[in-house]
C-alpha cells in the first residue's frame, strides 16, 4: 500500500509559477510510474502529466506541455510538477498517483492516489 501526500499549490497570478511535491511512502516509490492529475469544479479529473519509474520518461497532456515539467527522485521517495506560466484554466485541485502502468495516462490505470491539493490562477 502506498501513500502519497501532495504539498504546494496555493494562489497566484496569472503568468505565475508554482512547484508541487508528492511525498510517497509504505512502498517501492522506485517500482511506480508516478503522475499528476487536474479535477476543476464541475469537470472531470484529467491527466496533466506522468514519469517513468527511472525519470527518463515522461507525458505532458497538450494543455500542459512546454509549461510543466515533471520530475521525481527515487531517493527521496518524491516526485515534483514545476508549474510556469500558469493561466486561470489552470485553476484545479492537483493529485498525485502512482500507477503500476508503464505509460499511463488514463485515470483508471493508477492504483494509488493522494488527497489532492489546491491551485488557483487569478486573472
Known amino acids: 500500500q502506498v501513500q502519497l501526500v501532495e504539498s504546494g499549490g496555493g494562489l497566484v497570478q496569472t503568468g505565475g509559477s508554482l512547484r508541487l511535491s508528492c511525498s510517497a511512502s509504505?512502498?517501492?516509490?522506485?517500482?511506480?510510474?508516478m503522475g499528476w492529475f487536474r479535477q476543476a469544479p464541475g469537470k472531470e479529473r484529467e491527466f496533466g502529466a506522468a514519469?517513468?519509474?527511472?525519470?527518463?520518461?515522461?507525458r505532458y497532456a497538450n494543455s500542459v506541455k512546454g509549461r510543466f515539467v515533471i520530475s521525481r527522485d527515487n531517493a527521496k521517495n518524491t516526485v515534483t510538477l514545476q508549474m510556469n506560466s500558469l493561466r486561470p484554466e489552470d485553476t484545479a485541485i492537483y493529485y498525485c498517483?502512482?500507477?503500476?502502468?508503464?505509460?499511463?495516462?488514463?485515470?483508471?490505470?493508477?492504483?494509488?492516489w493522494g488527497q489532492g491539493t489546491q491551485v488557483t490562477v487569478s486573472s
Open positions: 514519469i517513468s519509474v527511472s525519470g527518463a520518461g515522461t
Open positions: 509504505g512502498g517501492t516509490f522506485s517500482n511506480y510510474w
Open positions: 498517483a502512482a500507477s503500476t502502468y508503464y505509460g499511463a495516462t488514463t485515470a483508471a490505470l493508477y492504483n494509488y
